[in-house]
């Protein structure tokens, strides 16, 4: 008979389901659980926004409180991992945690705060201190003084240099 | 004596009652077993009827008094029925009842439910208990014929003069006893025959337009209608002592409980057409199992 | 084979069909697309009849769009495909802006019914002759004249308030319409939530006692606009984010068959390696879709044994996803031009792959046999639901469900794409057309599937995993098919600027194969339905998917009215 069978072989396999919210479970090693901005490494350049495609990542400067936040909103993350394959510093990361029901909204946010850098010449914000910070240490000497400034205000110091490039 | 058999019957009826839901849960516990599954607590049906029976019964428009009422007089008949059949104790209201009373109690208390979900009106409700209530039609036929049986070989219709059967050893109760064995089965509603209810197709079937405390009283029902109905055959089969019934009842009554649930684990559900062609058979088997007795066997 | 008027002798390939198809309109072959536009006037149908009934081919779907900014009109594409001559046909009729109404083609090919309502929705296109020109998708309460998928309508508008909708619709008086109930019979409404049914959707049938006399089918109840979303702020690449979540179950498929639109479009070389990888994940899918619906015909047909250890089987198909992929469902590979770095499959992973699978399928071996032999699984399921090869083609039914109707189509076999080109696939075709030959082709293909893989895994390439895709050329059209666990998936696009799609919509197999329902249903017994509906392994999200809807509907009235497809 083979609904017994079938049966039969069930009760050889045993149980094999389990007692998960008791008790821990295991989660392969490359799982894309909740990702985690670094606030050590992050340097506000934005790429994690451009990249992420459900919006759960938004940037938003503070002209008032001179600071730029990055915002990640668990809610709407779809875990893709977009933004950590963006991310030029290494600062955002998937993480293998994926027990995230919260009680409250707030606690689906993680929000970074960075200080604003203002332009030298026209005092207008364009970018963070750290990512400036980093430009200027990763260019030659000669190149670190153009770096500082705003892209308009560049363009118009730089303007007479790229006259002769084109010539 | 009168007062001591109306307790006899008073702690048989609690007994039926408290066990009934411990004894689905049993079965559940079973069942996940044999599905390689961890499975809940066998106190679940009990945590379940709690709950349910907690909530008000949350009724749709304007329910008829058949609606509301048939669940509790379905309920009323289940508890009669459990107050004169002896099952943990050997003993009851001095067997005034017969076997025809048994019988009407038992099957009056399924159509009560059917009728009132009929008059909700709900096309699923009309459906299922139209399924339900032909099955019925149909084992009910297969169930007067065995009570026939027993009667022919007892001479009697009274309950305290038929238990148990066995004790006069024919063929014909012995294959009588058989059949009465799948009738429980069909009667309990279990796969294949579940499909009265046949929750993937008629979700819930003659059970969806009741909730909370009704549905409630419904569950409990039926899990007592399976422990009467499996505790008429044990009855039938063990002899009338105190000690068989303290002893080896429980024990009967807890195994084919198991045996039942192992089966109906491995079925899927039968169309109507083919689970009436399926007792109608068995209903041929019983005329000639019948006619075996007449000629004395 | 004769064919129409003039011309006895069928073409024998492609740019001999093109030269025959001159009679019809002016064709222009680009690659294995064959454009056909300025149809002469009143030979639309007799051109259909043509591609669909007399060349074998089948009419796959319609796509609208609205090239105003463009070329002035609104374009209708209707997609044939022509195995046999490696070609799609997109014939091309253009709508004038001030009058937009074109031929339909529904008398001819039944199965365009749903594709040309859809464009009346959402184009504003109408189709002259069309049987039933109701609204499909669009819900009662939204106003006429307002087209969400045509350019002009802002892809962030959020609909008026209830107050206001109300007044826009008691203005508009978009007329009602109730289909007519067939005789008197018992009506049962199966959705929108249903034990069977695991999304949102509605049959409704008429019954005599316990049999079926009619059905209907009234869906659309999820839309997300997505396809608004893509068109409006999503670039390329994100867009491959937002098809895999088309679907629960074959997400992948949809990802991928996006992709290959694209690629197709712009003329990207994939890489060998993504491609193979493409397709073990493809496979992976459709094994874990396959065990899916089995579990659930089982779950339907009562035997909940059969259930819980098909989706145990399921459950070691995620755990291979999940380890392969990070994730059990939405496995997030694919971009335009390749595979990402991190999903690379390396030798350490293949080893795995092969040994969970070989585990999975003596399991699954052990047990099957046993389980189809069930006395009850034969009765319910042998004779019952039957969808002749005739009712197949006149609905063009995809996938499985085709080729249990005797229909050889698949598209892995004769439209390779990504590894298929290099590996011979296996399909089962059956001639029964029942319940239980769709069972069968799913149990074969489970297997051919797993054996598939094996054969990839041996032979995968080293190769770099991505294309080059910094230029993606505007105003191509392009075409992506994948065999989807349910048949041929369908993805069409229009390539924009700014790195954004011009138009993009998705066509699941689900699409075609619903409107084959209601004739399977006819005659059957009640309590046949759910298996008869679950047969064609329905993906209702994946037929809906798409514009923006928000049902803050200021009236109460049950989603009725509209939306229906008839019965006969």
Same mark, same amino acid.
């Not at chain 3, 594409?77 to 529904?106: C, N, R």
């Not at chain 3, 991928?256 to 197709?264: D, K, S």
């Given at each position: 008979?083979?609904?017994?069978?079938?049966?039969?072989?069930?009760?050889? *396999?045993?149980?094999?389901?389990?007692?998960?919210?008791?008790?821990?479970?295991?989660?392969? +090693?490359?799982?894309?659980?909740?990702?985690?901005?670094?606030?050590?490494?992050?340097?506000?350049?934005?790429?994690?926004?451009?990249?992420?495609?459900?919006?759960?990542?938004?940037?938003?400067?503070?002209?008032?409180?001179?600071?730029?936040?990055?915002?990640?909103?668990?809610?709407?993350?779809?875990?893709?991992?977009?933004?950590? +394959?963006?991310?030029?510093?290494?600062?955002?990361?998937?993480? $293998?945690?994926?027990?995230?029901?919260?009680?409250?909204?707030?606690?689906?946010?993680?929000?970074?705060?960075?200080?604003?850098?203002?332009?030298?010449?026209?005092?207008?914000?364009?970018?963070?201190?750290?990512?400036?910070?980093?430009?200027?240490?990763?260019?030659?000497?000669?190149?670190?003084?153009?770096?500082?400034?705003?892209?308009?205000?560049?363009?118009?110091?730089?303007?007479?240099?790229?006259?002769?490039?084109? *010539? | 004596?009168?007062?001591?058999n109306t307790l006899y019957g008073v702690l048989n009826a609690c007994f039926i009652l408290l066990v009934g839901p411990l004894i689905d849960g049993v079965e559940r516990k079973i069942r996940a077993r044999l599905q390689n599954r961890r499975g809940p607590s066998i106190l679940q049906t009990w945590y379940d009827l709690v709950k349910l029976l907690r909530k008000p019964a949350a009724r749709t428009g304007v329910p008829s008094t058949l609606f509301r009422l048939s669940v509790y007089i379905g309920f009323v008949n289940l508890l009669i029925v459990s107050l004169f059949i002896p099952s943990i104790l050997c003993g009851g209201m001095g067997f005034f009842g017969d076997l025809i009373l048994f019988i009407y109690l038992l099957s009056s208390s399924k159509v009560f439910v059917l009728i009132g979900s009929y008059s909700s009106g709900s096309p699923y409700a009309s459906?299922?208990?139209?399924?339900?209530?032909?099955?019925?039609?149909?084992?009910?036929?297969?169930?007067?014929?065995?009570?026939?049986?027993?009667?022919?070989?007892?001479?009697?219709?009274?309950?305290?003069?038929?238990?148990?059967?066995?004790?006069?050893?024919?063929?014909?109760?012995?294959?009588?006893?058989?059949?009465?064995?799948?009738?429980?089965?069909?009667?309990?509603?279990?796969?294949?025959?579940?499909?009265?209810?046949?929750?993937?197709?008629?979700?819930?079937?003659?059970?969806?337009?009741?909730?909370?405390?009704?549905?409630?009283?419904?569950?409990?029902?039926?899990?007592?209608?399976?422990?009467?109905?499996?505790?008429?055959?044990?009855?039938?089969?063990?002899?009338?002592?105190?000690?068989?019934?303290?002893?080896?009842?429980?024990?009967?009554?807890?195994?084919?409980?198991?045996?039942?649930?192992?089966?109906?684990?491995?079925?899927?559900?039968?169309?109507?057409?083919?689970?009436?062609?399926?007792?109608?058979?068995?209903?041929?088997?019983?005329?000639?199992?019948?006619?075996?007795?007449?000629?004395?066997? | 084979?004769?064919?129409?008027?003039?011309?006895?002798?069928?073409?024998?390939?492609?740019?001999?069909?093109?030269?025959?198809?001159?009679?019809?309109?002016?064709?222009?072959?680009?690659?294995?697309?064959?454009?056909?536009?300025?149809?002469?006037?009143?030979?639309?149908?007799?051109?259909?009849?043509?591609?669909?009934?007399?060349?074998?081919?089948?009419?796959?779907?319609?796509i609208g769009v609205d090239e105003r900014p463009l070329d002035g009109y609104f374009h209708v594409y209707h997609v044939f495909v022509l195995e046999e001559y490696g070609v799609y046909v997109l014939v091309d009729l253009i709508a004038d802006p001030g009058h937009p109404v074109v031929e339909s083609i529904t008398p001819v090919v039944p199965a365009a019914n749903w594709a040309e309502r859809e464009i009346m929705d959402f184009i504003g296109v109408k189709f002259r002759g069309h049987p039933e020109p109701h609204r499909l998708i669009l819900p009662d309460d939204w106003p006429e004249n307002v087209y969400p998928l045509r350019k002009d309508y802002p892809y962030d508008d959020k609909l008026p308030t209830s107050d206001k909708i109300a007044k826009l619709v008691r203005e508009s008086s978009p007329a009602t319409w109730e289909p007519e109930a067939p005789g008197d019979?018992?009506?049962?409404?199966?959705?929108?939530?249903?034990?069977?049914?695991?999304?949102?959707?509605?049959?409704?049938?008429?019954?005599?006692?316990?049999?079926?006399?009619?059905?209907?089918?009234?869906?659309?109840?999820?839309?997300?606009?997505?396809?608004?979303?893509?068109?409006?702020?999503?670039?390329?690449?994100?867009?491959?984010?937002?098809?895999?979540?088309?679907?629960?179950?074959?997400? /992948?498929?949809?990802?991928?068959?996006?992709?290959?639109?694209?690629?197709?479009?712009?003329?990207?070389?994939?890489?060998?390696?993504?491609?193979?990888?493409?397709?073990?994940?493809?496979?992976?899918?459709?094994?874990?879709?396959?065990?899916?619906?089995?579990?659930?015909?089982?779950?339907?047909?009562?035997?909940?044994?059969?259930?819980?250890?098909?989706?145990?089987?399921? +459950?070691?198909?995620?755990?291979?996803?999940?380890?392969?992929?990070?994730?059990?469902?939405?496995?997030?590979?694919?971009?335009?031009?390749?595979?990402?770095?991190?999903?690379?499959?390396?030798?350490?992973?293949?080893?795995?792959?092969?040994?969970?699978?070989?585990?999975?399928?003596?399991?699954?071996?052990?047990?099957?046999?046993?389980?189809?032999?069930? +006395?009850?699984?034969?009765?319910?399921?042998?004779?019952?639901?039957?969808?002749?090869?005739?009712?197949?083609?006149?609905?063009?039914?995809?996938?499985?469900?085709?080729?249990?109707?005797?229909?050889?189509?698949?598209?892995?076999?004769?439209?390779?794409?990504?590894?298929?080109?290099?590996?011979?696939?296996?399909?089962?075709?059956?001639?029964?057309?029942?319940?239980?030959? $769709?069972?069968?082709?799913?149990?074969?293909?489970?297997?051919?599937?797993?054996?598939?893989?094996?054969?990839?895994?041996?032979?995968?390439?080293?190769?770099?995993?991505?294309?080059?895709?910094?230029?993606?050329?505007?105003?191509?059209?392009?075409?992506?098919?994948?065999?989807?666990?349910?048949?041929?998936?369908?993805? /069409?696009?229009?390539?924009?600027?700014?790195?954004?799609?011009?138009?993009?919509?998705?066509?699941?197999?689900?699409?075609?194969?619903?409107?084959?329902?209601?004739?399977?249903?006819?005659?059957?017994?009640?309590?046949?339905?759910?298996?008869?509906?679950?047969?064609?392994?329905?993906?209702?999200?994946?037929?809906?998917?798409?514009?923006?809807?928000?049902?803050?509907?200021?009236? $109460?009235?049950?989603?009725?009215?509209?939306?229906?497809?008839?019965?006969?």
């Amino acid at each position: 008979m083979n609904r017994i069978k079938v049966l039969l072989e069930n009760l050889r *396999r045993g149980v094999v389901t389990e007692q998960y919210p008791f008790k821990p479970i295991r989660v392969p +090693e490359r799982l894309r659980g909740k990702p985690v901005i670094d606030p050590d490494k992050c340097a506000g350049c934005g790429a994690c926004v451009n990249a992420c495609p459900p919006n759960a990542l938004t940037m938003r400067d503070d002209k008032h409180s001179s600071m730029r936040f990055i915002v990640l909103f668990i809610g709407r993350c779809i875990y893709c991992g977009k933004c950590e +394959e963006a991310c030029p510093f290494g600062a955002i990361r998937l993480t $293998r945690e994926f027990e995230l029901a919260a009680e409250n909204r707030e606690d689906l946010y993680q929000v970074v705060g960075l200080r604003l850098y203002h332009c030298p010449l026209c005092g207008e914000p364009f970018t963070t201190v750290r990512l400036i910070k980093r430009v200027v240490e990763a260019l030659p000497e000669e190149q670190r003084a153009a770096a500082t400034l705003c892209p308009r205000c560049r363009e118009s110091v730089t303007a007479h240099y790229r006259s002769y490039a084109r *010539r | 004596m009168v007062w001591l058999n109306t307790l006899y019957g008073v702690l048989n009826a609690c007994f039926i009652l408290l066990v009934g839901p411990l004894i689905d849960g049993v079965e559940r516990k079973i069942r996940a077993r044999l599905q390689n599954r961890r499975g809940p607590s066998i106190l679940q049906t009990w945590y379940d009827l709690v709950k349910l029976l907690r909530k008000p019964a949350a009724r749709t428009g304007v329910p008829s008094t058949l609606f509301r009422l048939s669940v509790y007089i379905g309920f009323v008949n289940l508890l009669i029925v459990s107050l004169f059949i002896p099952s943990i104790l050997c003993g009851g209201m001095g067997f005034f009842g017969d076997l025809i009373l048994f019988i009407y109690l038992l099957s009056s208390s399924k159509v009560f439910v059917l009728i009132g979900s009929y008059s909700s009106g709900s096309p699923y409700a009309s459906i299922g208990s139209t399924r339900e209530v032909s099955l019925s039609m149909a084992s009910e036929l297969v169930l007067a014929e065995i009570i026939a049986l027993i009667a022919l070989s007892r001479s009697s219709l009274l309950l305290s003069n038929v238990f148990p059967v066995t004790a006069v050893l024919r063929p014909s109760v012995l294959i009588g006893l058989g059949v009465l064995g799948i009738i429980v089965y069909i009667e309990h509603s279990r796969l294949p025959f579940e499909i009265g209810e046949a929750e993937p197709e008629l979700a819930g079937g003659y059970t969806i337009e009741y909730a909370g405390r009704d549905l409630g009283f419904i569950l409990w029902s039926n899990t007592i209608r399976r422990t009467l109905l499996t505790t008429f055959l044990i009855d039938l089969i063990i002899p009338l002592d105190v000690l068989y019934h303290l002893v080896i009842y429980p024990v009967l009554l807890f195994s084919i409980m198991i045996v039942f649930t192992a089966i109906e684990t491995g079925w899927g559900r039968l169309r109507i057409d083919i689970s009436l062609k399926y007792v109608k058979r068995l209903s041929y088997v019983m005329w000639g199992v019948i006619l075996l007795a007449l000629i004395g066997y | 084979m004769r064919s129409s008027g003039i011309n006895q002798v069928r073409p024998r390939n492609k740019y001999e069909l093109m030269i025959d198809l001159r009679r019809f309109g002016e064709p222009r072959l680009r690659g294995k697309y064959l454009f056909l536009s300025r149809i002469k006037s009143g030979r639309l149908r007799d051109l259909v009849d043509y591609l669909h009934w007399r060349l074998g081919g089948y009419y796959s779907t319609s796509i609208g769009v609205d090239e105003r900014p463009l070329d002035g009109y609104f374009h209708v594409y209707h997609v044939f495909v022509l195995e046999e001559y490696g070609v799609y046909v997109l014939v091309d009729l253009i709508a004038d802006p001030g009058h937009p109404v074109v031929e339909s083609i529904t008398p001819v090919v039944p199965a365009a019914n749903w594709a040309e309502r859809e464009i009346m929705d959402f184009i504003g296109v109408k189709f002259r002759g069309h049987p039933e020109p109701h609204r499909l998708i669009l819900p009662d309460d939204w106003p006429e004249n307002v087209y969400p998928l045509r350019k002009d309508y802002p892809y962030d508008d959020k609909l008026p308030t209830s107050d206001k909708i109300a007044k826009l619709v008691r203005e508009s008086s978009p007329a009602t319409w109730e289909p007519e109930a067939p005789g008197d019979h018992t009506v049962i409404p199966v959705g929108p939530y249903h034990p069977a049914l695991h999304e949102p959707e509605y049959f409704e049938l008429f019954v005599e006692g316990e049999k079926i006399v009619d059905a209907r089918y009234k869906g659309f109840m999820v839309h997300r606009g997505i396809e608004k979303i893509a068109e409006s702020r999503l670039s390329y690449n994100q867009v491959s984010f937002i098809a895999e979540r088309i679907c629960g179950i074959c997400g /992948f498929t949809h990802s991928t068959a996006y992709c290959q639109a694209v690629e197709e479009a712009a003329g990207i070389d994939v890489p060998e390696r993504a491609e193979y990888i493409r397709s073990i994940l493809l496979e992976i899918e459709r094994i874990h879709s396959h065990f899916l619906w089995m579990g659930v015909a089982f779950h339907l047909l009562g035997y909940d044994t059969g259930f819980m250890i098909m989706w145990r089987l399921r +459950e070691s198909i995620m755990d291979l996803a999940e380890e392969l992929t990070g994730s059990r469902k939405m496995y997030g590979a694919n971009i335009v031009g390749g595979i990402r770095d991190k999903w690379d499959i390396r030798d350490d992973k293949a080893a795995l792959i092969k040994r969970m699978l070989d585990e999975i399928r003596e399991e699954y071996l052990k047990y099957i046999p046993k389980i189809i032999s069930l +006395e009850e699984i034969k009765k319910r399921t042998r004779g019952v639901g039957v969808l002749s090869r005739s009712d197949a083609r006149k609905y063009s039914v995809l996938g499985p469900h085709a080729r249990a109707s005797g229909i050889k189509t698949d598209v892995r076999k004769y439209r390779p794409y990504a590894a298929y080109k290099y590996v011979n696939v296996e399909i089962p075709v059956l001639d029964d057309g029942d319940i239980y030959a $769709r069972m069968i082709v799913r149990h074969e293909e489970i297997l051919a599937s797993i054996d598939l893989i094996h054969r990839l895994l041996d032979n995968i390439p080293k190769t770099p995993l991505h294309a080059d895709t910094s230029y993606i050329p505007e105003r191509r059209h392009g075409i992506g098919c994948t065999e989807a666990p349910r048949g041929e998936d369908l993805h /069409f696009v229009i390539t924009g600027r700014d790195n954004k799609l011009y138009r993009w919509r998705p066509r699941a197999p689900t699409y075609n194969n619903l409107l084959s329902v209601p004739a399977m249903l006819r005659g059957e017994y009640l309590a046949d339905a759910p298996i008869i509906i679950a047969s064609i392994d329905p993906c209702f999200s994946c037929t809906d998917h798409v514009v923006v809807v928000d049902l803050r509907s200021g009236r $109460r009235r049950p989603l009725r009215t509209r939306g229906v497809v008839g019965g006969r």
